[in-house]
């Protein structure tokens, strides 16, 4: 078994598809109408869904908005340089909402960044940058 998609509830498909495609990247891998049932499925991620997870987007025609209720948690995207990604998404008008930083009770460098309906996405420094900004600091001292 492997995970497929996680679905989300959007409010305006075009806001939610500049978002996830524009400012975080992503490629919108399908999507289609289904007149008969008033709604349209797009699917978004960074790779074929053969092989990767993906975000299934979810408008339904002529809903605007949804109660995000309290047991919805984030989604998590793996970034190779957090403090660039940020300032990045910031430029092209993204909201983040927690500048990167450790977190709490660890050491994990995250932020959090919100999509146009509200829906939390948790970025996280992966160990690439981590790696690299370690050989960088032991270099510099080996001089």
């Known amino acids: 078994m492997r995970v497929l998609h996680t679905m989300l509830r959007v409010g305006n498909l075009e806001k939610s598809l500049q978002f996830y495609c524009e ?11 289904y007149p008969g049932g008033e709604f349209t499925l797009a699917f978004v991620g960074y790779g ?6 993906v975000i299934e987007l979810t408008y339904n025609w002529g809903t605007e908005k949804y109660d995000l209720g309290n047991g919805y948690g984030h989604i998590a ?22 500048e990167p930083g450790p ?7 995250i932020a959090f960044v919100e999509d146009p ?8 420094q992966t160990k690439e940058q981590d790696s690299a900004k370690e050989e960088a600091a032991t270099a510099s ?3």
Do not use: F
Not at 77 to 98: H, M
Not at 103 to 109: A, L, N, P, R, Y
Not at 117 to 124: N, P, T
């Open 23 to 33: 400012i975080l990247g992503m490629k919108l891998i399908r999507q289609k109408d």
């Open 48 to 53: 074929d869904e053969s092989e990767n997870a």
């Open 77 to 98: 995207l793996g970034v190779n340089d957090i403090y660039s990604a940020c300032d990045k998404i910031k430029a092209q008008g993204g909201n983040v909402v927690r």
């Open 103 to 109: 977190m709490k009770h660890g050491s994990t460098v």
């Open 117 to 124: 309906d509200g829906y939390k996405v948790e970025l996280i």
């Open 141 to 143: 001292t080996a001089k």
